[in-house]
């Protein structure tokens, strides 16, 4: 990789941590992560993305307070959130491998990044639904989807209206296109 490349890579990680503290503490919390994601995959290509999302995984995962309410470490990771901060990478791989499709196209950009969050979804309610059957007393697939999905469908399609939007004022992508 180029020097230009690393330093989008590490710019896009701290924009992730940045976005990540910016939270409204919950039991899965809100964030502005999923922003970050979508705005630096349209924005720098997804592949950027991904390689940002593993920077940040690894600076989370040795201790460096990058998650939401400033925390870090294995715990984070293994914890309720954990599937879900995973499913951001899968999220960047499956704009990745949809790059092709949506290259410059707001509203190709837009499903793809639908398809993304949907995948980020499933990732982190099967990590928490994992988490919960360890208890004494699980939690039901409904219960878990009115707690960790359904508050955040809206704001996140808000998100990546925003994102797209950033996107076309920054003239990345073009008017043609929407």
């Not at 995959?41 to 950027?48: E, I, R, S, V």
């Not at 508050?151 to 920054?170: E, M, S």
């Given at each position: ?138 939690l039901t697939i409904s219960a878990i989807l009115m707690m ?31």
């Amino acid at each position: 990789m180029k020097t230009k490349d690393l330093t989008i890579c590490a710019f896009s990680a701290a924009i992730i941590a940045l976005c990540a503290w910016i939270s409204i503490p919950m039991g899965i919390p809100f964030t502005l992560q999923t922003f970050a994601i979508f705005f630096i995959c349209g924005a720098f290509g997804a592949k950027h993305g991904s390689i940002a999302m593993v920077i940040y995984l690894l600076l989370g995962s040795i201790g460096f307070p990058v998650f939401s309410n400033f925390r870090g470490g294995l715990s984070v990771l293994f914890g309720v959130t954990g599937g879900y901060i995973f499913g951001f990478l899968i999220s960047t791989w499956v704009l990745w491998g949809l790059q092709h499709w949506w290259k410059e196209n707001t509203i190709r950009y837009f499903i793809s990044c639908c398809i993304a969050l949907f995948v980020c979804y499933l990732c982190g309610t099967l990590w928490f639904l994992f988490l919960s059957m360890q208890s004494a007393q699980p939690l039901t697939i409904s219960a878990i989807l009115m707690m960790c999905v359904l508050p955040f469908i809206l704001p996140d399609l808000f998100k990546i209206w925003i994102a797209i939007l950033l996107l076309y004022r920054l003239k990345i992508f073009k008017k043609k296109n929407t």
